[in-house]
């Protein structure tokens, strides 16, 4: 059970890391930084969409090539319906509110992934239980830059703690989907196409909607590529 609790908490534990950052920073933040961490943040959302997200919803889908990617399209679909719902309804700091919460919706389906592998591996596999925290560190290595995109962001708006604290609420909802998944893995596990693809729909929506056009010229373009690239390798060595 210890070792249950401490796979829930691995991916806060990178998220927490990765919004600490804001501390070895300045309060204000250059706007030539801030493009390039803006630009950071879409590459790194944009992989995570793909290779975290919308690929594995697919997987998960079945081997029928005329079917499989049905639930992927809808959840995405529906993911950025609804962050366009959102959009329109969120006050002038939108770009902040639309970035935390993306991440937010982001972490629930990692942190349902989670539990559904940690409750697979009760059946006491040994190679499950292994590939089980496995995702989970993973999933923690992934969650830092993540972390830090929120905190990052919010430094010119609010004090360095306030900034921190945003970041590690955004990934508190890991453990608890985690929970919540472990509990109920006959209902949550034939869903998670849904949940993943939602979840990438809405980061995509955020990079095209917000990030991107907000921050201009190439240190932008120097920032998606590397986050993008970052992003990729994470996602391809630790998935």
């Known amino acids: 059970m210890k070792l249950i609790l401490l796979g829930f908490?691995?991916?806060l534990i990178g998220t927490t890391i990765g919004s600490a950052l804001v501390f070895l920073l300045k309060k204000d933040i250059n706007p030539k930084i801030k493009n390039l961490i803006e630009g950071f943040a879409a590459g790194v959302m944009l992989a995570a969409s793909i290779w975290s997200l919308i690929i594995p919803a697919i997987e998960l889908s079945g081997d029928n090539p005329y079917t499989c990617y049905i639930p992927a399209s809808i959840g995405f679909i529906?993911?950025?319906?609804?962050?366009?719902?959102?959009?329109?309804?969120?006050?002038?700091?939108?770009?902040?509110?639309m970035l935390n919460f993306a991440v937010v919706i982001h972490n629930i389906p990692e942190g349902l992934s989670v539990g559904v592998a940690f409750a697979a591996a009760m059946s006491g596999n040994t190679l499950i239980a292994t590939t089980a925290l496995a995702l989970s560190f993973g999933i923690g290595i992934q969650n830092i830059?993540?972390?830090?995109?929120?905190?990052l962001n919010l430094i010119d708006q609010k004090s360095?703690?306030?900034?921190?604290?945003?970041?590690?609420?955004?990934?508190?909802?890991?453990?608890?989907a985690s929970i919540i998944a472990f509990i109920l893995i006959?209902?949550?596990?034939?869903?998670?196409?849904?949940?993943?693809?939602?979840?990438?729909?809405?980061m995509v929506y955020v990079v095209v909607d917000e990030l991107i056009p907000s921050a201009?010229?190439?240190?932008?373009n120097i920032g998606v590529c590397i986050g993008f690239v970052i992003m990729m390798i994470l996602d391809v060595m630790l998935g």
């Open 9 to 11: 908490l691995i991916p």
């Open 78 to 97: 529906l993911g950025m319906t609804i962050l366009m719902i959102f959009d329109h309804f969120t006050s002038k700091k939108k770009n902040v509110n």
């Open 186 to 202: 006959y209902y949550i596990a034939p869903t998670m196409p849904y949940f993943l693809s939602f979840a990438a729909g809405a």
């Open 145 to 151: 830059p993540e972390g830090s995109i929120i905190s």
């Open 216 to 220: 201009k010229g190439n240190l932008c």
């Open 160 to 176: 360095k703690f306030k900034a921190f604290m945003s970041g590690f609420l955004s990934g508190v909802v890991e453990p608890i």
